[in-house]
């Protein structure tokens, strides 16, 4: 199986700070990598799929690069909806899993 | 518009079976590999398992392989999941999602139900 790893774990942010996340694969995945936001008691949303495409409907502010087996999603000014555990996940093979997670909270 | 409902979750002691459900509507469900993917309480998202759209293929996480089975009806638009054998550590919100057909991503999730394995 694939292992995911996110750093930080947790970070806290003030409104129109820059933010950045970073997942790493055990081994490569090209660009089969996707990232979500959760909202406690809420199903996770698609924010980039593909490494770097925007979903539709999704703020330009978010924006993720990378290919094989470093990736990185960035908020380029955070917003006060962005409060939220954000979750990299590789579609490379299965199991598809998922990163452990970064939760991002208020400064 | 694309809603995903999942039901059947609940109360199961250690041991027992339970049947989640899932019906789709707002696309042609027959077309679309659909997964299940679970979140025990306070963690993080772990992915159980999809069902290709003929119902010929099927993944599992080796932590429900043999206990767990995830089938498809395209006639009722409906995906399911029987669960046998379920442990304490079995308990998790379980949502559906739809698998997109080319990076495989989830665009649409159900809202989730509750599934507790407890004595």
């Known amino acids: 199986d694939i292992q995911m790893t996110q750093s930080p774990s947790s970070l806290s942010a003030s409104v129109g700070d820059r933010v950045t996340i970073t997942c790493r694969t055990s081994q490569s995945i090209t660009s089969y990598l996707n990232w979500y936001h959760q909202k406690p008691g809420k199903a996770p949303k698609l924010l980039i799929y593909a490494a770097s495409i925007l979903q539709s409907g999704v703020p330009s502010r978010f924006s993720g690069s990378g290919s094989g087996t470093d990736f990185t999603l960035t908020i380029s000014s955070l917003q006060p909806e962005d409060f939220a555990t954000y979750y990299c996940?590789?579609?490379?093979?299965?199991?598809?899993?998922f990163g452990p997670g970064t939760k991002v909270d208020i400064k | 518009e694309v809603q995903l409902v999942e039901s059947g979750g609940g109360l199961v002691q250690p041991g027992g079976s339970l049947r989640l459900s899932c019906a789709a509507s707002g696309f042609t469900f027959s077309s679309y590999w659909m997964s299940w993917v679970r979140q025990a309480p306070g963690k993080g998202l772990e992915w159980v398992a999809n069902?290709?759209?003929?119902?010929?293929?099927?993944y599992y996480v080796d932590s429900v392989k043999g206990r767990f089975t995830i089938s498809r009806d395209d006639a009722k638009n409906s995906l399911y999941l029987q669960m046998n054998s379920l442990r304490a550590e079995d308990t998790a919100v379980y949502y559906c999602a739809r698998q997109g057909r080319q990076w495989l991503a989830y665009s649409y999730w159900g809202q989730g139900t509750l599934v507790t394995v407890s004595s």
């Open positions: 069902i290709k759209q003929d119902g010929s293929e099927e």
């Open positions: 996940q590789q579609s490379y093979s299965t199991p598809f899993t």
